[in-house]
């Protein structure tokens, strides 16, 4: 059969797909791009803000229309599945599966194509492990370590639909990264709602310093990432790991939320503004060069002026490479949607939202004409949108330049010589395999940057 594939959401939705990609290309189906085409539609959603719901039914209907020509089994999963289950059935979907099921899937593909409606939910993950066939699709690969998430912030769904947290064991972990390796992966990175709270349930030591000190030592993985990092749960030892590796990300992305005390209690962060701004510092202590990026939501409810004037003065105190910003929205089944009016107005959200944007923009400026002139080592990644390649540094700083397809997965060194508040630009001087040596084309570059 002919499959086509939808995800939305976070990085996790997008290595759920690629790992049900792959169980269903080994059953024998096709992974299709074309949606007019598919046999099958299955869609990976998320429920964490209204607009990705929306985006979801956006599609559906897209997807319905097309039923209307051809046959075809429409399969929705994920976090939107968990929230809305039978409803989906009586939308006209034909299968409705949860996130801790992905494993699944070749069977309820079958169940489907015999013309069962049916929905198909677990309370404990069914876990992915390094034998479970998966996409791969460049150099750098995502690995799921810890599933669930205990923290139960006040505005946030996914405890509720992706189950409370639940450690893949560390020895399984390691298969996976050195088969990912040995399959030409270079780059790989550690993915958890909570990524920090790995191993606590095990209780056998396993914890997220222990597997990337694990990690860079394994020959042939060039570069290791994290995410998402909770606050209070970074430890030092984590702090220590990641310093002592160059193979190890610079970049801690921790997510704030709000810079006000109050707030922060409201959304249930189990940390103080202070013993945030701690944590930095600590951080940037003992981590050369660190860069520190953050997740910021305007507008939660009760968000007074000068709340949020807090959350303005703790992004200017910090300088953030970079914030995520997002809008509150009530999601229901959350314990903010239960207790807490939605009282601040669209409008005032809104504008909450580009004056923080405006003062973020600012502070990526002022950091980025930090690099004006340097040589940036990268990994190159694709070509974007206006038709550069790109790539990222250790500190996640993305730089474009003028390259070719041949280079992606190799380390180069780009002089940068043009920013933005956004990407950087620059012009290749040294590119991994090229026959000019490093010191050469570094010394080139210099004396052409002198002349
Ligand atoms: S830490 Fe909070 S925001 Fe993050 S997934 Fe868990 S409950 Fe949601």
């Given at each position: 059969?002919?499959?086509y594939v939808?995800?939305y ?27 007019e085409?598919?046999d099958?539609?299955l869609?990976n ?15 559906l209907?897209?997807?319905q ?5 051809k046959?075809?089994i ?5 976090c ?11 939308k006209?979907?034909?299968f409705?599966?949860?996130?801790r099921?992905?494993?699944?899937i070749g069977?309820?593909?079958?169940r489907?194509?015999?013309?069962e409606?049916?929905t ?5 993950i ?5 034998q479970?066939?998966r996409?791969?699709?460049s150099?750098?690969?995502w690995?799921t370590?810890i ?10 769904i996914v405890?509720?639909?992706?189950g409370r947290e639940k450690?893949?064991?560390m020895?399984?972990v390691?298969?996976?990264v ?5 399959r ?6 550690f ?5 920090d709270?790995?191993g ?5 030591g396993?914890s ?6 694990i990690?860079k ?6 570069r290791?990432w994290?995410l998402?990092s909770?606050?209070?749960?970074v ?14 990300s610079k970049?801690?992305?921790l ?7 109050r707030?922060l209690e409201?959304?249930r962060?189990?940390y103080?503004r ?7 510092d ?10 520190i ?6 507008g939660?409810?009760?968000e007074?002026e000068?709340?949020f004037k807090e959350t ?10 970079r ?11 959350t314990?903010a949607?239960?207790n ?7 409008e005032e ?5 580009q004056?923080l944007?405006?003062i973020?923009?600012?502070i990526?400026?002022?950091i ?5 002139g ?9 070509r ?7 790539g ?7 730089i ?6 041949n280079?992606?997965?190799?380390f180069?060194?780009?002089?940068v010589n ?8 620059g012009r290749l ?11 050469k084309a570094l010394?080139?570059?210099?004396s052409?940057?002198?002349?």
């Amino acid at each position: 059969m002919r499959i086509y594939v939808k995800t939305y959401g976070c990085q996790m939705n997008e290595n759920d797909s690629l790992y049900m990609m792959g169980i269903l290309r080994e059953c024998g189906h096709e992974i299709v791009d074309d949606l007019e085409t598919a046999d099958i539609a299955l869609v990976n959603t998320c429920a964490v803000r209204k607009k990705a719901e929306e985006k979801f039914y956006g599609k559906l209907g897209e997807i319905q229309h097309i039923r209307k020509k051809k046959k075809m089994i429409i399969g929705v999963g994920g976090c939107l599945a968990e929230k809305e289950r039978e409803r989906l059935l009586s939308k006209g979907v034909d299968f409705v599966f949860g996130t801790r099921s992905y494993s699944r899937i070749g069977e309820l593909v079958e169940r489907a194509l015999k013309g069962e409606k049916f929905t198909y939910f677990e309370d404990h993950i069914d876990e992915i492990t390094s034998q479970t066939p998966r996409i791969i699709s460049s150099h750098h690969a995502w690995v799921t370590i810890i599933y669930g998430c205990d923290r139960f912030c006040s505005y946030c769904i996914v405890p509720y639909t992706r189950g409370r947290e639940k450690s893949r064991p560390m020895d399984d972990v390691l298969r996976e990264v050195e088969s990912l390796v040995e399959r030409g992966v270079r780059e790989i990175t550690f993915l958890g709602q909570n990524v920090d709270a790995y191993g606590k349930d095990l209780g056998d030591g396993t914890s997220l310093a222990r597997l990337l000190d694990i990690s860079k030592d394994i020959e042939g993985l060039d570069r290791i990432w994290f995410l998402t990092s909770y606050p209070s749960d970074v430890t030092d030892e984590l702090i220590d790991v990641v310093a002592s590796s160059e193979k190890i990300s610079k970049n801690f992305h921790l997510p704030v939320q709000a810079g006000s005390d109050r707030i922060l209690e409201r959304m249930r962060r189990r940390y103080t503004r202070e013993e945030y701004l701690n944590l930095i510092d600590k951080i940037r202590s003992k981590v050369k060069d660190v860069s520190i990026s953050t997740d910021i939501i305007v507008g939660f409810p009760g968000e007074s002026e000068e709340d949020f004037k807090e959350t303005i003065r703790l992004v200017e105190e910090v300088k953030f490479e970079r914030v995520n910003l997002a809008i509150y929205s009530p999601r229901e089944g959350t314990l903010a949607y239960k207790n807490y009016e939605d009282d601040v107005s669209h409008e005032e959200k809104v504008r909450r939202f580009q004056e923080l944007l405006e003062i973020q923009k600012s502070i990526n400026r002022r950091i980025n004409e930090s690099y004006r002139g340097k040589v940036v080592r990268i990994i190159v990644e694709a070509r974007s949108k206006s038709s550069l390649m790109y790539g990222r540094d250790i500190r996640n700083k993305i730089i474009a330049f003028e390259g070719n397809e041949n280079m992606v997965g190799k380390f180069a060194d780009v002089k940068v010589n043009k920013i933005t508040a956004g990407p950087l630009y620059g012009r290749l001087v040294w590119l991994e395999g090229s026959e000019d040596d490093e010191d050469k084309a570094l010394r080139r570059s210099n004396s052409q940057a002198e002349g």
